[in-house]
């Protein structure tokens, strides 16, 4: 019953990961968009597995097909179905574990919560549902930079213990895509490359931070009280698998400084009111201002690792787990799209609010 | 059109900062639980402004109506209308600032968004609104308690620079509620008070942030994937006023371990399935598992300071701000019954969500 | 769970017959909106009991105050609470009922529903709940008619067999408001009258049917395939206390017109595209095409009657009751402005829907 | 942004009348319910087209395929999508009408409210867009019979002037499926297929009325104010292409009856309280009271005739349109199962609602 996000430009995800297929219905998106199953696919490839030695490999084309509204090359303003057929869910990997719970994975959830699961992989769970939310992203991009040039730029912030030096102000997407790590600090996305490398080997993963800047957000974003912007963002941030944590502007950093350092300052520029500094993230009292929106989501190391754990079986046996195979040693890469995905989400569903208030 | 959160345990809160009231309507709250105006009251007397030196001075009694949704000491299934009369809404302290845009305020992304504002205090953007939430949240407490036996427990873990020493698997509200800045560590409370002091004479403000564990939630909760319990408490705490990032169990922190470190291995106890740690902080998922649940608030220093300050006016002319007179030196302990009353909504709104489903 | 209607123009109502007040919260009212206690009054004196011989005589001035979201005569984008005492709230007129289930009242349905119920009158089943609905309808109204000029005029049908002839491309609210049964055609106004008279005599009371036109409503309002016009419409009469059945345009007569004659020809008149009958009553694939909206809500005769009745107590004993006192013998005169809110609620939410998709 | 119905148990249909596919996303379906395509299939052929002589000739198998959401024969909880694929999507068809208004069809009202539409077929306005609601409402039937042992069996009751006798106590499924038209009076049953046999050569069409009763429907569904159940019936139902009416029980007949009349006395009958007549037709205050519910929807006359009409093109110039080739001469026996399908939506997502609120 939580598989639907957004009130105005609203998706509805669905589909296991193990099962037939994957996918979302997008409801809301304005008529007489340009739109393409290339539009979609640009960023479904962005997301995909397999796309690097960094990532899962878990093999799957993810070829996108728009089955609804979609009329020559334009939205219809109805209903948008995506499909994406799964082709590698060999559901024997998982066999030994149909009656394990794995450490730190939903297994036990899923049971203590449904009574049942599909313990063929993750299910639901797991990241392979975040192809309909990107497939959905990607339109929702797509109507942002159409209607307000809005730019959403995600990229590799921190891994493990490594912090890259990026300036959100200036970073651009071909930046970001110049390294499989999506790291903008070229150096930094190196030893990053290594250490991903060095924990594969050692059967570990790594966890990380993203950081993400959006420029050309119109004014007037988000509503107050409970529907404020940040608050939607981090709901977005930390609906995705593996999010620990979200901050906007200064964030956890900001408490430490005092109000006289904290407050952004007003001037004119360009006659125009801007701050001039961005401590705010782009948001005051839940509503844009037109500054760059600047925020942080960090990522857990992911929980599937090929060393051998103790935990229980679904009948209360105290067990041990040792994984062998493919597993992914860092989601951060591929989490870049994912993050971009679900801010493009929230901006387009509290764009199409705010128009609904103007005069 | 934000106003109202939750969905099955739902609540609109209304009411301008310096306008007659300020109030609540809950649709939702299950029939027949036993409930007065004390129980309420208790809330709002923790979240009462002019409670301690280290709050604002603003006086208000804040006494709360019950006009409806009660009868003969218990709810009745339909909704409770709860009102609080503003008495010290003096208008004349804003009349200097009818024009002048305070930095860090939501002034000027309120005339942005609406084109008009009350310009006689924070309106809908004030602390003031939280009045409220409380008092909502003081419903869904005692729903929890009553038929979980949960108990939700804030308390500021860190102001400015100063960091408490607090283990949340113990903590008691005796310990929270032992001094005026709601920090159970007594040695670190008395250096933050000292803080506060020393910040009010400067006329500066402090940040900081809350702590929150929450004992005894049923396993079940959280609806993947977009409504999971962590996604819906960061929406939650991400609406407060001045929030600026949220995280649960191991979070920003958690990204500099390894897998093999950060999983938490399950193991039985008293016949029931449990994790060993608790960096998950009580949900995996998207799904509570009966662990406890862990998470952190950050709150920005507040806006409103003694200082001169820069900025513009809302016809666009360079100008300073030099607010004299009260101010609120450091939210933190008033945050505390906010934080415990936002997790509360959530978790009642989920906890009436999951029986929904249950066979 | 259920008390809040619309989604942009969002309003949740509360207060029970018999308890302290009962009221509105607005949310989503567009800024700028001049709005004052009068524009609400004038459509509460409408709904008034006591107004004239043909209705109840409960004794309620039903003087509204604005306690949030209106300042200096405009709104403010924020939610509006409006609010009314119940000043003649006697609940010993119930008392003798407290245990018995009135035949065709909501006794026994909100016993079973929550095992409780404020006996004192019909609680949230009474239609003193309908004064939320005309409050927050009188501010959708005047929405509707400062943005698009529309018009919303109902009036009385039928009552019992006697059926009025109006012609709703023509009829006025000054005609309406004409007689105190508020039918608009002045002969059978007069024996609507009588036959009200005689079932006050009686003890007994009678049924009939509002029937509503809304002018100038913009084209394209509505949203297929489950939020038709239509159907938001239906719901919206559906849930005013004693309605069974609601029809549009041709309605139920309609089903006896062979497609040829019931199709509704298009043709260009004053360079727009209008359909030369209106069977469609405005509404074609349930989206609004700018002809007179037309449709009819049939009231049941009120369940209160002062002649005895066989039923059961809450004990389920055989019992009789023999209510005494005052009654209302026809609800229909104060029915035309419950219906009239109704639908401009409804034209409101969809008015703001359709402007968030809109180039 | 209206293609979503329910709150609990939540479908959101998608596809258009030429596009791909069509089909339904459901979403809050408990888990554990045994559910195979079978189950759907049965419903669907109903509602298929070509299914007898009486309905339209177009030819879809309409064979279902659940891609998410059922796992080993059993739902998981998770979101259930459908999927049918169309197979007769003769645009050709359409192709002289590309330009043109037809009628009564929603084709002007899609160009005023979208912009732009897919003049293949009727797109979303088709009766097409159907098959994702029964295939959803087969779900809901089956989890209402396996949980509470409900049964919906809707009837024709009505075609043109013909009028059949049915008593809504005892009619079963059987008897309504032992002929073409869907109607248990087996004498009116034949009239009616020699006037829809009429109506196809005339080329002309005709409306009618669907009756519905559902037997075992458990006390406490519906949500006062708003979300009372009759409300949510006639939404549910206005939803349905076509309708022009909704009534619940006595309905508009009920009108000119007295309240001494209509109102229903309530009795013990083995040892539960009962109304010894059904005038509320299972429902007071918006609430089930476990008697059967009863409610008639009409439909008008199919729009798609073979007649000469009068209309204009989509530049504003008067034109005939002569329509060749199959139509649908009525949709009354199709109808049924969609009725059907609505009513158990709406009782499976009240039931779910109930459920949340229970102690």
Redesign the interface.
């Known amino acids: 019953?939580?598989?639907?996000?957004g009130?105005?430009f609203?998706i509805?995800?669905?589909?296991?990961s193990h099962?037939?297929?994957?996918?979302v219905?997008v409801?809301?998106c304005?008529?007489?968009l340009d739109l393409t199953e290339d539009d979609i696919q640009a960023e479904l490839d962005r997301r995909r597995p397999g796309q690097s030695r960094v990532t899962t490999q878990r093999k799957e084309a993810d070829t996108c097909?728009i089955?609804?509204?979609v009329?020559e090359g334009?939205t219809?303003?109805?209903?948008?179905?995506i499909?994406v057929w799964n082709t590698d869910a060999k559901s024997e990997h998982y066999a030994p574990f149909q009656h394990i719970?794995r450490?730190?994975?939903?297994d036990?959830?899923?049971d203590?919560?449904?009574?049942?699961?599909?313990w063929q992989g993750g299910?639901?769970?797991s990241a392979r549902?975040t192809v309909g939310r990107v497939a959905a992203g990607a339109i929702a991009k797509k109507l942002l930079d159409t209607?307000c040039g809005t730019e959403i730029i995600g990229y590799v912030k921190?891994i493990?213990?490594l912090y890259a030096d990026v300036d959100p102000a200036s970073v651009t997407l071909d930046q970001v895509e110049a390294n499989i790590v999506r790291c903008p600090d070229p150096h930094c996305a190196e030893e990053m490359i290594a250490q991903i490398d060095w924990?594969r080997r050692?059967g570990?993963?790594?966890?990380?931070?993203v950081e993400l800047v959006a420029r050309n957000v119109p004014?007037?974003l988000?509503?107050?009280?409970?529907?404020?912007l940040?608050?939607?963002?981090?709901?977005?941030?930390?609906?995705l698998?593996a999010?620990?944590?979200?901050?906007?502007?200064?964030?956890?950093a900001?408490?430490?400084?005092?109000?006289?350092?904290?407050?952004?300052?007003?001037?004119?520029r360009d006659?125009q009111?801007h701050?001039?500094t961005n401590?705010?993230?782009g948001?005051?009292?839940?509503?844009?201002?037109?500054e760059p929106i600047t925020l942080r989501a960090?990522?857990?190391?992911?929980?599937?690792?090929n060393?051998t754990?103790?935990?229980?079986t679904d009948t209360?046996?105290?067990t041990t787990l040792a994984a062998k195979g493919r597993h992914d040693p860092c989601v951060l890469p591929r989490a870049v799209p994912m993050v971009e995905a679900m801010v493009a989400l929230v901006l387009a569903d509290h764009y199409?609010?705010?128009?609904?208030?103007?005069?």
């Open positions: 019953m939580g598989s639907t996000f009130h105005f609203r509805s995800t669905w589909g296991e099962g037939a297929a994957v996918g219905v409801d809301g304005p008529p007489n097909q089955l609804s509204g009329f334009k219809l303003g109805t209903p948008i179905l499909l719970y450490p730190s994975h939903a036990y959830a899923y203590a919560k449904y009574g049942i699961r599909n299910g639901r769970a549902e209607q921190q493990h213990k924990a050692q570990d993963s790594l966890g990380g931070v004014a007037g988000g509503e107050p009280v409970f529907d404020k940040e608050a939607d963002l981090a709901k977005a941030i930390m609906s698998p999010s620990k944590g979200f901050e906007i502007g200064s964030g956890f900001g408490t430490t400084l005092t109000g006289s350092q904290h407050n952004d300052p007003y001037e004119m006659g009111v701050t001039r401590n705010s993230g948001v005051q009292g839940g509503i844009s201002i037109g960090a990522f857990k190391p992911t929980a599937t690792i060393k754990q103790e935990t229980v209360g046996e105290a199409l609010r705010q128009k609904a208030q103007c005069s």
